[in-house]
């Protein structure tokens, strides 16, 4: 099974190391050893053995990470569930699997460079650490948000509109992975730095991050008046509720200007700038260059 999306024209060959499955009851090409897989658990209870060596279930909705290693075992059970099967290549070029090795441990040292920010983003699928499996519970909010990310996934693979698909594509599952990683990091199970409701607030800024949000738009969600809210998250994260979404919305910019080819306007469009000019405004002020001399660099 060719576990990529090649593109249709026969004009010149692309491949683009993703490929979705969505299954019901079983996941035909999970112990593929040539990828790692995404499983978002949407419905149903999956009870497995991992490795030979641990047997236990995960609930719905989920996010489960598996490395091209992993030897998953399903046992009778029903579910439904996408499965993204990719290469961690995909993300950047360095991240061949024979650059891997030591699950990635080389790159996990590299504080402060950009290299170890796409390297957190398959961080999860490589190190496990003291537990066999990883997995991260999603609100709703959050499978809605990562449904539709997965919707345009699929559209730009199958459809190929124009040139930019491969990126585009790419694109949007460097947000995905961007999104969960922040469903795994304020995941009452995975990090308990944060108070219920500012893990909320992050989940919430995380899952709109494309739309237009506004003090009034956080006030409103979360029944809380402007100053108590902005004391509360600058006392648990050191920066008020809308410099946090700023941080994000930077973040996931800077990933698209250096792994992707997507263009600088659609970029700030997908990050709810509708002026072009005033997205470059403001990464010039975050990050101290324009997004054009930073995808440059």
Sequence with gaps: MKLYTERKANDYERIVDIYIDKSENSLPYINDTSTCKLIILKKGTISFCINDNFDGEIPSPSAIFLSNTDKFLIHNCKFKATTIYFKP???????????????????????????????????NF?????????????????????????????????VQYDGFWPCRSR?????????????????????????????????????????????????????????????????????????????????????WLRETEIPIAEIAQRLSYLDSNYFTKVFRKS????????RNQ
């Excluded at 219920?196 to 991050?209: E, G, R, S, V």
Aim: proline share 2%; hydrophobic share 35%.
């Design 89 to 123: 290549s995909v993300i950047n070029d360095s991240f061949e699997y024979d650059n891997l090795t030591d699950n990635g441990e080389n790159y996990d040292t590299m504080y402060a460079t950009t290299i170890h920010q796409d390297y957190l983003l398959i961080r």
């Design 126 to 158: 490589l190190k496990k650490e003291s537990h066999p499996i990883k997995s991260t519970r999603l609100s709703d909010d959050s499978l809605l948000n990562i449904t539709r990310l997965i919707r345009q996934m699929e559209k730009e693979l199958s």
């Design 171 to 255: 694109s949007y599952f460097i947000e995905l992975l961007f999104t969960i990683n922040f469903c795994y990091s304020t995941n009452p199970y995975t990090l308990e730095s944060y108070s219920k409701l500012t893990t909320q607030i992050i989940d919430y800024l995380n899952q709109h991050i494309s739309d237009i949000i506004t003090l009034d738009t956080l006030t409103n969600q979360f029944h809380i008046n402007r100053n108590t809210l902005n004391d509360l998250f600058i006392q648990e994260t050191g920066m008020t509720c809308l410099s946090f979404l700023l941080s994000l919305r930077m973040d996931l910019a800077k990933l």
């Design 287 to 294: 990050c101290g260059c324009s997004p054009s001399e930073y």
